[in-house]
């Protein structure tokens, strides 16, 4: 208001003068008369301002100017004046312009320098709109580029608009020219030079960049941003490389000029992409929101992605070479219905082909060599199809498909990947969070972790699969439930070469003083890993998640508190257990925590393990052969772990009977830390006291009389015992048996990877003799689920509850209950009418941070359902266990981990209950905290964006010196409003 008052002083005086000449001229009353006044008045007001506003400055640069430099020009300059640079070299460092000035040569870039301070960060920043740059060589440090230790930036505008930057010679930067959210720039007849990145428009709008050339970069221009709106510039006449980037928005049936050396396309219709070499962009060849389209016959070399399709429909990418990108090689984002086939992805830095949220793709005969992530990478999309695909050496997995459904996978190749050691828990073909997907014909060999591995993935099916010569396993199902393996093939896995590598361990527990040092390095080295054996692994559990693979084995290391190698212990090989994780190298087939899992005629031998299984539930296991064309089993497994495998041959032959197909050896983990059901008072088992099972033979060319005398056989030392309660089935070409476990009686000290610091094992080696005396005693039939319920949801036709109902455990003690009209739907869209609860004694990922577990864990399903509105859990407990302690119900997700839930607590009645959304993982813990809400609120991008560009209106809406754009307003208002007034009196008066 202080800037204003010498205006209202004026324009007071100017109304009082003209009242006083009115009274006196009273008679004069005629239009013209009193139009001519006000003229005179608004002319007056004008004057005063423009007199009174700051005048631009013209400041000069150079050896006798008003500046030697041009930031202490910057400093004395104010809005709108002008910066006029002499001839020379000026060495800058972190120019920030803040004021809307134009900075001009005096002869052009030949012969005016502008270059950055070696301490510089980014030689020019602009964050005011309404800025021109022209005429100079803006040079960056050129050497350091040239050796690759980029780290300097040339321009950037900071959320401006109106910026002008013309005829200027731009080298030797990280980043030339980058626009982060800005909008309505002008770019125009300028040169970039060996810069890692020409010209990049980063959540920005409606930028033109006309006439310019780009040469000898690693990457010339590109465009990102979250929406449509970022993509619409107006982009001719640039050159890369003398070939011309086309930059076409809102075109329909088209096709890409031969000369293009850069396409975008955003927003358009039928456009073909084709016979064209492209270099150094961005994205050499980009569709944004443009549909029904083609790119084919393009060669893409040395760009941050190959082909990119952003919000794009029923596309085609065929016979396109994509050589070396720093990202992606294909990237395909919320883009349906594409087909990509025949193209070669060789040596990316990320993906070599990403399909993320986007779905009914269909890959087929597409090559991915050398990907320094996935070869094909499958995110958050469904109902594609990968068919006939060749993917080789790529760091983590050959495939991977993540929180996907319902895709099909036939014929694929996937061999050498895992090379990036770094990362145990790599595979051929990965489903993580996936279900309902389909694997068949696939061969996932030769790779440097697992085979196929599918971790918390349900009702996939695996069918003729093979996973052969893998130096982790073959098939390893985790966590995963209802999955079908028929007829998968899984040999010769778990080969020393990996382990040659050596291993680097972030964190070990020591069983002897529960030391744990988080920064052990070099554990082993110097010795290549070969030929191992069950009695040569380490003689301590060592938890490692991710373990980090280094060094190769030394024969003996030297013990201390930051090494766990005893000083008497030789190594051959280790064994390394991931977190929570059981990670078991070398088993043909590994099932670990999952349930109602079916393997029907899988073939597993030659393995360090040919099969185990380990805490699952309900798993059936049909007919797994175990020696080639030989020895087969079928069984079921709750709760334990096994494991199995097969030899052709045994020293211990039992005298006149003949062997029958093979030797399997069996093996019992007994722990006396974890367990279920006590063998002593001290030792418990890890698995159900018995094991049934069918030992099935191949009766070609045995006689009646010689196939009746089969009989099972356990070799007790060097005597073989027949077991008891088998029985032979000659139909259907098999013995049944229940096998006790106090039949294992051979006790040692091992480390397979439980989290355990001295478990031992029992091993027990099974085999059919024909035998004179058969057993024709009955079998028992296979456990199930004991410890969990089902209950029956009553539903309309459409999924909707029809009444309150309550959900329990089989002890009461964790229960559901879900309200009439609510709606349970699971993750395949469909509505749930059986809930199962299943208790269990452990969780996911151990426990929170500074909680304390109460053994209360409970998984309900089908996992993933969702409810239309919340549903109540209870969880009972002991006040007194909790004594000092809040009890707090959790959540587990793969994301985040343990979630705390808000939990209401009922002390009295010993009741924990939170509110629920979905299926999931639940445990109660007991915390010093209070509970907490599980989600919160965090600003969108939108709202950030919002008061960005409101901070910039408020900073453009004053004049630092003159009266603004403001106090114009302010006047020419009162002016008019002066007018109306007057010549409202004037009529009153009998005047207009």
Known sequence: MDTLSPYFFIIYNLYRHNYIIELEV???????????????????????????????????????????????????????????????????????????????????????????????DTLITITVNNVTINGFT????????????????????ESVSSITITNNEIFGFYDALVTDQSGNNFIANNTFLNNSMG????????????????????????????????????????????????YWVDMADAKIPSDAGQVYVINSTNITVKDL??????????????DNSRIENVTTFSSSYGISLIGSNNNTLSDNIILQCDYDGVYVVESHNSILSNNIILLCGDEGIYIGRSDNATLSSNTVVLSNDNGIFIDESNDS???????????????????????????????????????????????????????????????????????????????????????????????????????????????????????????????????????ITNILANKYANDNSLDNL??????????????TLHSRTAASRKNPVREDVGLQSVSINGGARIILPGSGIFVVEG????????????????????????????????????????????????????????????PGKTNVNGYIDMLAVIDPDIGYSSVDAEINIVLPTKLEFKFLYDDSGMSSNGESSIRLYQLNGTKWTSIPNSSLNTNANYVAAALDWQYITEYDSLDIGINSPTPYYGMVTLALFKDPEPPRSSGSLPQSLKDSTKTDLPITNDGEITKDTVVKSKNSDATLTLYKGTKAIDVSGNPVNIIRVTPFSYGPAGIPADATDHGLYFKFEPSGTTFSQDVMITMEFNPEDFEGRTPVIYTYTSEDGWIALETTVDWENGRAT????????????????????????????????????????????????????????????LVIGLGIVYGTKKKKDGGL
């Open 26 to 120: 009273e008679k004069m009353n005629s239009k013209k008369y009193y139009l001519s006044k006000c003229l005179i008045l608004f002319l007056i007001l004008s004057a005063c301002i423009a007199t009174t506003s700051a005048e631009p400055l013209t400041l000069t640069v150079g050896e006798g100017k008003d500046h030697l430099n041009i930031s202490d020009a910057l400093s004395n300059a104010n809005n709108g004046s002008i910066i006029l640079v002499s001839d020379g070299i000026y060495t800058e460092e972190d120019l920030v312009i803040d004021k809307r000035i134009t900075l001009i040569s005096e002869n052009g870039s030949q012969t005016t320098t502008i270059k950055a301070n070696p301490d510089s």
């Open 138 to 157: 803006i040079e960056g440090d050129l050497e350091t580029f040239e050796d690759g230790l980029l780290g300097r930036n040339g321009i950037s505008l």
């Open 199 to 246: 010209v990049f428009f980063d959540c920005s709008m409606n930028n033109t960049m006309l006439n310019n050339t780009f040469e000898s970069h690693l990457t010339t221009f590109g465009v990102d941003g979250p929406a449509l709106e970022n993509f619409v510039h107006v982009v001719e006449n640039n050159t890369i490389e003398n070939k011309t980037i086309y």
């Open 277 to 290: 070499v492209l270099t150094h962009g961005y994205d050499g060849v980009a569709f944004v929101e443009t």
């Open 385 to 519: 199809t990968l068919n006939e695909n060749t993917i080789a050496a790529c760091n983590h997995n050959g495939i991977r498909i993540d929180h996907s459904q319902n895709n099909s996978l036939t014929n694929n190749i996937v061999t050498y990947g895992g090379l990036d050691s770094e990362h145990i828990e790599t595979a051929g073909i990965l489903l993580s969070g996936s279900d309902n997907n389909t694997l068949i014909n696939n061969s996932a060999d030769s790779n440097l972790g697992t085979g196929i591995a599918v971790v918390s993935s349900d009702n996939n099916i695996l069918r003729r699969n093979t996973a052969n010569e893998n130096s982790l396993g073959g098939i390893w199902i985790a966590s995963s439930d209802n999955n079908t393996l028929t007829d998968n093939l899984a040999t010769d896995n778990y080969y020393g070469d990996l382990l040659s590598l050596g291993v680097n361990i972030d964190t070990a527990l020591f069983g002897d003083d529960s030391h744990i040092d988080s920064s």
């Open 538 to 551: 380490f003689s301590e559990a060592i938890n490692s998640y991710p373990a980090t693979f280094e060094n």
């Open 595 to 654: 349930e109602n899992n079916t393997l029907t005629r899988n073939m597993a031998f030659n393995n360090q393990y040919d099969f185990c299984s380990a805490l699952s539930y309900n798993l059936e296991v049909e007919k797994l052969m175990l020696i080639k064309d030989q020895a087969q089993m079928s069984f079921t497994v709750d709760e334990g772990i096994v494991l199995l495998s097969g030899n052709e041959s045994s020293d211990v032959s039992l």
């Open 914 to 973: 939170a509110m629920i959304s979905h299926f999931s993982f639940y445990a109660l813990f007991g915390t010093d905290a209070e509970p907490v809400k599980e989600a919160s609120f965090e600003p969108t991008s939108e709202t950030i964006e919002t008061v960005t560009s409101e901070g910039n209106s408020a900073e453009e809406s004053t004049d630092e010196k003159g009266l603004g754009f403001i106090s114009w307003v302010v006047a020419i208002v």
